[in-house]
């Protein structure tokens, strides 16, 4: 076949040496093994089905994977399907990413507006203390987030673009829970970080547009001009989403059918799970979800790490006008070079974690360069302003790293699409740190807020600890299964790969990324 004409069917031909073991079923190595699997013609259920068989070498290769932790997942290795891959990527990237992206700006933008309003004497209009716009932030939080693991269920069962235009609290996990449906997990950290980084935009931009609005003069009070027009543009983009978005890799009208056969095979060889029924949500998921100690550790911690970008974000305008930017517009538009560097931040060690296929030492570094700058955020002197907005370039810097490492983590680790749909939305009560972060940054602390920093200093410092745990957890896991490889023959490993006894993550050949 020439290559013109692999170019055409969304063939790789290469020269492979490497294995995947997503479902327990290694990749096998060679040339001969990688063609069979990106062939023309190659069917998913064949492709499902050679991912599952296991010979001496495939055994040998399973068993330096758990030894080492080294999870492999969809790689490509020739430069031909290099080629392939990453233009199927950028036109993901093109046709899924933007959307969504603005969508969860303006959807954080609910958030984030409140401190900019406070800034223009939001609470003294409505004739309510200081304090009050706490409690309604934190309760805001509360009615949503309980929520959201059943409305990232709720989001598969019914498909991704219908669910999405219409809702807040599944807003996050469905979309998260979405891209795994269309890119390989060592290809997901870049891609949550891409949307989740519009956050950290959203505050950018929220602070450009209050600094605009907040000197208008009309009828109203500028910051009711600020809720109305951040409120109406998520209005037209609800009613984009349904007609834009596809439902998943088999229906996305603007891949070619080459494409799309190309794109559904590279996700069953990054896991076999993928094969199948992919909008299918069961109540085993949610029993296997919630008895998970991966799910747990996680989300505990990554809602410890959140405090800075959940809690500390919404009253960060009123933070930095506290350093003596007096000026509510200033104050607003002060803000905007510390969310762009988060985005910055973010997008950067997302990429490095995809890039090097390690999570644990990126989310530690990332946790640790927001410890740094609350550090000196807290003992740098209020009176040195310079100093002090440094400390919060810095904080900010690293305030938006862990969320999208931490989902990308638990995703990768969890390839049955069920069950990882219940799992990203469980990691989305996460945002409870919402809650503990607007009751800490309270009014009576400001403006210097040493206590609530201080506070948030040692929680973090927890979840830090909190994730350092759960990746000894998984090395120790992958130690004892690779003991209990060593003892089986490859017909008993393959005899794992099919078995229903153990699915997914549980079974013994299934190695978890670290």
Known sequence: MSATDSEKHGIAAADVQHADYAHGGPRKGGHDSHNDLMAEGATAEGTAEHMMQVDDKRAAQLREELSESRQAGWRPISDEEKKLNSALNRKLDWMILP????????????????????????????????????????????????????????????????????????????????????????????????????????????????????????????????????????????????????????????????????????????????????????????????????????????????????????????????????????????????????????????????????????QLAGMTIVILGLVLTIVIPLDNIGGRYAGLMVLMFGAFIHAPIAVAWLAGNTPDPGKRAVCIGISGWANLAGIIGTQLFKPQYGPSYIFPLQVTVGLISVGWAGFAAVGVGLRLVNRWRYKKIQSMTPEQIEEENRSDTRKGDRKWTFVYGV
């Open 99 to 362: 959307i969504v992206a603005l969508g969860y700006m303006f959807n954080q933008l609910d958030r984030t507006n409140l401190g900019n309003a406070q800034t223009a004497n939001f609470s003294n209009d409505l004739g309510i203390p200081a304090a009050a716009v706490n409690n309604a932030s934190s309760l805001f939080f509360a009615t949503y987030i309980p929520f959201q693991p059943f409305a990232a269920a709720l989001g598969r069962r019914l498909g991704a673009p219908r669910f999405l235009g219409c809702t807040l609290c599944g807003f996050y996990p469905t979309v998260l829970s979405y891209l795994t449906d269309f890119y390989p997990r060592y290809e997901c950290a870049f891609r949550f970080a891409l949307f989740y980084g519009f956050f950290s935009v959203a505050g950018a931009f929220g602070g450009l547009i209050a600094f605009g609005i907040l000197q208008a003069n009309g009828a109203l009070h500028p910051w009711q001009y600020l809720f109305i027009i951040e409120g109406a543009v998520p209005v037209l983009l609800g009613l984009i989403t349904p007609f834009w978005l596809a439902n998943d890799v088999r229906t996305a009208w603007f891949l070619k059918p080459e494409e799309r056969a190309f794109a559904e095979r590279r996700m069953i060889i990054d896991s076999v799970e993928n094969a199948g029924h992919a909008h299918k949500v069961t109540l085993q998921d949610f029993k296997e979800a919630f008895i998970d100690w991966r799910v747990w550790g996680i989300m505990i911690s990554n809602m410890l790490a959140s405090l800075a970008s959940q809690g500390f974000t919404v009253f960060f305008p009123v933070v930095v006008k506290g350093l003596g930017y007096t000026e509510g517009s200033l104050a607003n538009l002060m803000t905007v070079p510390p969310y762009v560097a988060g985005a910055i931040g973010v997008w950067g060690f997302a990429w490095s974690s995809d890039r090097f296929r390690e999570r644990t030492y990126h």
